[in-house]
């Protein structure tokens, strides 16, 4: 199984579209989008230095931009692409390009959003001096402790021996000073503290923004950033999207998904190679291609081919499957048998972990056409559960 990842922020390096602008199509679609975000990716992706990029404002509709047309360099026909990727994830603003990816948004409106979100984030991150510092290795408990223990944030949980912390300067200070047993500290060369309180007026202003985001269901499992869990429905993709920006992006519990998905190839798109060198170390075993330049295009045809496969309701508009949103136990919530209604929000049961019991609900509502997993039964991420039909409302289906 295929799943294609979005690099996050600070993925970005001077230069790095260069090579892309020969490949057919790629400087036209920059074009557009940067006429959509007000931001010139060209220029940005192939002439500004690193500080020029470094800004959050420019450095995350960059990452957005050029993920966007890259993608279509490996799928020149989008339609394609559902039927061979099998999950789709991206780490914290990459989520924004995973989004587009399995059709939620539209790339006009991702641009929109995620030009207001590093405006947001930018403005937020000006109030106070905050940044973020890179912790390698260390007992993970342990870092997570002495970081709270110094009123900084756990901002990304990266997995594989990695946790990025956030907050004031001088919180990372005191930090780096007394690190835990075992841990090196990196300071990272970002403008603030992001995934944290800090970010909270970001927050408010892109909540605001959504409730004006028409979206549709992903085409594709997608998992979260919050919990690693798979979503299927589109407004919720787009609410977690907004409360992202002042939360802990939890990418190890990503990788824990992936594995449980069965997966066997990861590509990373541009600007790649953070994302699939987190993967080979949390998920050894499976093949891993970073795409960088177009000459890595060949080699990413090749692991589509090989590994691509339809996600478990492809061709079947997600809204009418209920998918599981992690792996656990299904437990029934619901009378329901083929052919009753179910009431929108309606709750269908409930999926048991060893620490959670997560609820499946039926977002739309919909006549029961078929249940496909019973009560007890164990579940896997992304797994349907149960097949409903659109109820008639106003005389029309």
């Known amino acids: 199984m295929l799943v294609v990842v979005c690099p996050g922020q600070g993925s970005q390096t001077p230069g790095f579209l260069t ?36 800004d959050t404002a420019i450095a995350q509709p960059l990452i957005v931009g050029a993920g966007l047309v890259t993608l279509l360099s490996m799928f020149p026909h989008p339609a394609n692409a559902f039927s061979h990727i099998g999950a789709g994830a991206g780490h914290s603003v990459g989520e924004i390009t995973a989004a587009v990816g399995a059709g939620v948004l539209t790339a006009e409106q991702a641009m929109v959003f995620v030009r207001e979100r590093g405006r947001g984030m930018a403005a937020a991150a000006a109030v106070t001096p905050t940044g973020m510092s890179a912790v390698l290795g260390g007992d993970p408990d342990a870092v997570v402790a002495k970081a709270e223990q110094h009123g900084l944030t756990p901002a990304n949980m990266n997995g594989a ?35 944290t309180e800090h970010m909270a007026p970001a927050v408010s202003t892109l909540a605001r923004y959504a409730r004006s985001i028409s979206t549709h269901d992903p085409r594709v499992p997608l998992l979260s950033n919050t919990d ?66 177009p000459d890595d295009l060949p080699a990413a045809w090749r692991l589509i ?31 329901a048998t083929e052919g009753d209604d179910l009431e929108v929000a309606s709750a269908v049961g409930t999926v048991e972990t060893l620490r959670d019991t997560i609820p499946v609900v039926a977002p ?20 349907p559960i149960v097949r409903l039909h659109p109820i008639a409302q106003d005389g029309l289906s």
């Open 364 to 383: 739309h509502g919909g006549t029961v056409v078929e249940w496909l997993v019973e009560d007890g039964d164990p579940v896997a991420p992304g797994q």
């Open 19 to 54: 090579p892309w602008l020969e490949v057919p199509g790629v400087r036209d679609r920059l074009e557009w989008l940067s006429v959509v975000s007000g931001v010139d990716l060209v220029a940005h992706g192939t002439e500004s230095d690193t500080e020029t990029i470094r």
């Open 228 to 293: 690693g869990r798979v979503i299927h429905d589109g407004r919720e993709v787009l609410s977690r999207l907004v409360t992202q920006v002042s939360n802990p992006v939890r990418w190890d519990l990503c990788m824990a998904a992936m594995g449980d998905l069965g997966v066997t190839a990861v590509i990373e798109i541009p600007p790649a190679g953070a994302l699939t060198g987190l993967v080979k170390r949390a998920l050894p075993g499976v093949e891993t291609l970073a795409v960088k330049t």
């Open 305 to 335: 081919n090989e590994h691509g496969k339809p996600a478990n309701y492809e061709n079947q508009p997600t809204w009418r499957m209920l998918v599981s949103p992690i792996k656990g136990t299904f437990r029934l919530a619901t009378t």
């Open 161 to 195: 021996g990695q946790i990025v912390i956030a907050g004031t300067l001088e919180q990372l200070t005191a930090f780096a000073a007394d690190p835990p047993e075992g841990a090196r500290v990196r300071p990272l060369e970002v403008a603030g503290a992001f995934h």
